[in-house]
T-cell receptor, first 113, second 114 residues
Framework: AQSVTQPDIHITVSEGASLELRCNYSYGATPYLFWYVQSPGQGLQLLLKYFSGDTLVQGIKGFEAEFKRSQSSFNLRKPSVHWSDAAEYFC???????????FGTGTQLKVEL | NAGVMQNPRHLVRRRGQEARLRCSPMKGHSHVYWYRQLPEEGLKFMVYLQKENIIDESGMPKERFSAEFPKEGPSILRIQQVVRGDSAAYFC????????????FGPGTRLTVL
């Protein structure tokens, strides 16, 4: 079965430091991958997505992610974190013929000032 | 262009009552998805609908839960005879087509069962 693993439940970084959130997927075919961010009490906002082509994907708010097929990974990165980035981040893969998302359990990001 | 709208944002029900959650997709989107987020967990797919059709309900509990997306009006997720375990955030998403489109999420309805 398809699955998404986010090994880090909580991550704390200092403002201005770099960030990498890990995501590993298990899927037989070429995956369609997403990163979403959820602020407390809010819905999910799409940060970026990978369907095909260039394996380094740029998103909103200065985020990027790199698809590595050999490692089954799609890690999210940001060179310099801002306090407003504190939120929960979800990695997801499209499964079921392209009409449902399978989510990881999320990584809660805390930013220290 | 308004985003996905859900109402109510917060819903409190007593055990045994019915809960009705509404979702209006983005303009031009005819595909709707419902997800449930239990406390301290990620989102789990429940059901995928097009207008007047249920396409995939593989994530729906077998009893008490139903969903519809009528020709006119919002999509409705209905939970009958709610139990405490139904307390969760329910998110609706929409997309223009049912293929590998980006799904855009609403703000969610937070259901609390007393």
């Amino acid at each position: 079965a398809q699955s998404v693993t986010q090994p880090d439940i909580h991550i704390t970084v200092s403002e201005g430091a770099s960030l990498e959130l890990r995501c590993n997927y298990s899927y037989g075919a070429t995956p369609y991958l997403f990163w979403y961010v959820q602020s407390p009490g809010q819905g999910l906002q799409l940060l970026l997505k990978y369907f095909s082509g260039d394996t380094l994907v740029q998103g909103i708010k200065g985020f990027e992610a790199e698809f590595k097929r050999s490692q089954s990974s799609f890690n999210l990165r940001k060179p310099s974190v801002h306090w407003s980035d504190a939120a929960e981040y979800f990695c997801a893969v499209v499964t079921g013929g392209g009409n449902k998302l399978t989510f990881g359990t999320g990584t809660q990001l805390k930013v220290e000032l | 262009n308004a985003g996905v709208m859900q109402n109510p944002r917060h819903l409190v029900r007593r055990r045994g009552q019915e809960a009705r959650l509404r979702c209006s997709p983005m303009k031009g989107h005819s595909h709707v998805y419902w997800y449930r987020q239990l406390p301290e967990e990620g989102l789990k797919f429940m059901v995928y609908l097009q207008k007047e059709n249920i396409i995939d309900e593989s994530g729906m509990p077998k009893e008490r839960f139903s969903a519809e997306f009528p020709k006119e009006g919002p999509s409705i997720l209905r939970i009958q005879q709610v139990v405490r375990g139904d307390s969760a955030a329910y998110f609706c998403a929409s997309s223009p087509t049912g293929r590998t489109d980006t799904q855009y999420f609403g703000p969610g309805t937070r259901l609390t069962v007393l």
